[in-house]
């Protein structure tokens, strides 16, 4: 995968978790993760590249902190369009 994506899971019309996936090779698995902000936790490999971000509260996540965190890991910020799904919930 080359592009970045966002998943969300709703329940009940409401978001209840997503998952925003990193750069990575199809059969790279995580192997540890890193709780930061609070509802985010990363997903690195056993050679501690960041395949992924759990956002396990997206209520309280912006966009703002996304990018934070994803311009610590070295990679590009998420654009509005790209959380529209999570921060239309």
């Known amino acids: 995968m080359k592009e970045p994506y966002l998943e969300v899971t709703f329940r009940h019309g409401r ?24 509802g985010l ?4 490999t056993a050679d501690g590249q960041a395949i992924g971000i759990e956002i396990t509260a997206p ?22 369009a790209d959380l529209a799904p999570l921060l239309a919930a």
């Open 41 to 44: 936790v990363i997903d690195f």
């Open 15 to 38: 978001a209840i978790a997503a998952y925003y996936y990193l750069p990575r090779e199809t059969n790279q698995k995580s192997a540890r993760t890193r709780r930061v902000e609070p």
């Open 59 to 80: 209520a309280k996540v912006s966009l703002a902190v996304l990018n934070a965190v994803l311009k610590e890991l070295g990679h590009a910020p998420a654009s509005e």
